[in-house]
Every structure is written in structure tokens, then in C-alpha cells.
């Protein structure tokens, strides 16, 4: 089934808050499913290396259901626009700090010859003294 379950691929490993007033990346990038392939992996380990950052915003990100996904020591959840028994696609927020609250949310008009919905996340992450970003 193209339609995705309630089921929400998200791993939450990170306790830790935003310093305030602390420097930080955001990574974002539409990845065109190839979030699998060892090219893309390598290439996304040398923008890191290059420019650090914290957040990662990626589209069309594609998780198998068998593998974990390439950053496995990255809090993260996704909120997926299509499912097939062997993968999900949809975008996906990885961070390095906690997550408050994460929501999935899917857009009501649909598109494409497979009339998908448009997926899109709400994250919510804490700063130390208690603001919200």
C-alpha cells in the first residue's frame, strides 16, 4: 500500500538541550531516495566533515525496513508520504539534541500519477534555559 501507516520510523537518543546562544548547522537537502546508496552516504559524511551542523532537514529521504538508517547515532524522526512492504519515503529531521515533540504531518491535496500526499515534520527542540527553537 502506497498510503503510509501510522507507523512513524523515529529513534530518540539525544537528551540534551540547545546552549543558548550556541552556534549551530542546518543541513538541508532533497536526497531523491538515494539516502541507501553507499554514494550518497559518502558524500553526506564529507559535507559534514566539512561544515559540522546539528540539524539535518532531508527530503525524499528512502529507509529500508530492514536496515537502520545511515545515521545511527543521530536522534531522528520522519514523516513518511508513501510505504511499500520494503521501504518508506518521506522527509526526515535528524538532530543532535533532543527532540520535544515531533509531529508527521501529511498534506490533504495529493499529486503525481500515484496520488501521494506531501509529507512535512513539526520538530520542536528545547533551549537550555527553557525557549523554545
Request: glycine residues 4%.
Amino acid at each position: 500500500m502506497l498510503k503510509p501507516k501510522v507507523v512513524i520510523p523515529q529513534q530518540f537518543i539525544h537528551e540534551h538541550p540547545i546552549a543558548h546562544g550556541e552556534e549551530f548547522g542546518v543541513l538541508c537537502w532533497n536526497t531523491q531516495k538515494l539516502t541507501e546508496k553507499p554514494e550518497f552516504q559518502r558524500a553526506l559524511a564529507r559535507v559534514l566533515a566539512d561544515f559540522p551542523c546539528l540539524f539535518l532537514l532531508l527530503q525524499e529521504a528512502k529507509l529500508s525496513a530492514k536496515n537502520n538508517w545511515l545515521l545511527p547515532d543521530w536522534s531522528y524522526a520522519v514523516a513518511p508520504n508513501m510505504q511499500t512492504r520494503r521501504s518508506t519515503y518521506g522527509v526526515l529531521t535528524a538532530s543532535q539534541y533532543a527532540f520535544t515533540e515531533a509531529q508527521a504531518r501529511l498534506s490533504r491535496k495529493r499529486e503525481g500519477m500515484f496520488a501521494t500526499h506531501k509529507s512535512y515534520m513539526l520538530s520542536y527542540h528545547t533551549l537550555a534555559e527553557g525557549d523554545y527553537g
